[in-house]
């Protein structure tokens, strides 16, 4: 008879057990040591769905309602910058603040501090005068949304989606999260860098480290390749993405139109 506790309970107990702050890896170590081999990605995930400030936790079951954080699975606070560093604390809402999850003014779930704005994962800005997405998160669920209609080498894909039903939006690596994670018809990975203001080495950093995780770690026999998705493909990204292989660049156009109505009509 399995009488392991609930992944998120292990994750609860590791944390209180080392002290009330600990990184990812001395989660899975303590759990690992404790309870023998547990899945890494499932203790990944539970440590996000139980993370108070983290603007992934939202894309799990255990979170699409909106609520204030008060419930067993609001227990921990991310401390590392911009939550990928991975070290995470015992939540105090006295020395945190409030936190939620609640509807933006387009009705989608977000993570914010009660009485502040939207948490946004990203170090983008907009660029004064031009249409854009406003915030990394739009263009990515804009994507994901659309991913069907997408063909990467004459393929269609799909969202990667786990057994436990976690989708491939903000997908949780130890590498950082990956965008946007999809299968093509062949199962193969499809892994997507979204580039509003960074620039062309930073994009393919860090698409190629995705893309390695990947790789290691869940394409066994299947192939990895990427996608950076731009405003504006530049000469730098051209040239950077001319030696690496598997690597696609896509642009992205908005088309809006505001038109005056009479009212005498």
Known sequence: MNTKPYVWHMVK?????LGGKATYSEIKDYIRNKYGEVNESTINCQIIVCTVNHP?????????????ANSRY???FSTGYKYRKGEVEHYDPEKHGT???????????????????EVLGTEDEQVEGELLFPVESHLRDFIAKNIDAITVNGHRLKLYVEENGRDGV???TDVGPIDILAVDEKGNFVVFELKLSRGADKAMGQISRYMGWVKRNLATDKKVGGVIV???????????ASIVPDINLFEYELHFKIRQVSIDD
């Open 13 to 17: 107990e590791a944390v209180e057990n």
């Open 170 to 172: 903000e997908y949780p």
């Open 56 to 68: 992934s936790r939202i894309h799990y079951s255990e979170n699409k309602k909106p609520r204030i």
């Open 74 to 76: 609001d227990f921990l």
């Open 99 to 117: 936190w939620e999850i609640r509807k933006d003014e387009y009705g989608k779930l977000m993570v914010a501090q009660k009485g502040l704005e």
């Open 230 to 240: 731009a405003r504006e493909v530049d000469e730098k990204l051209k040239y950077a």
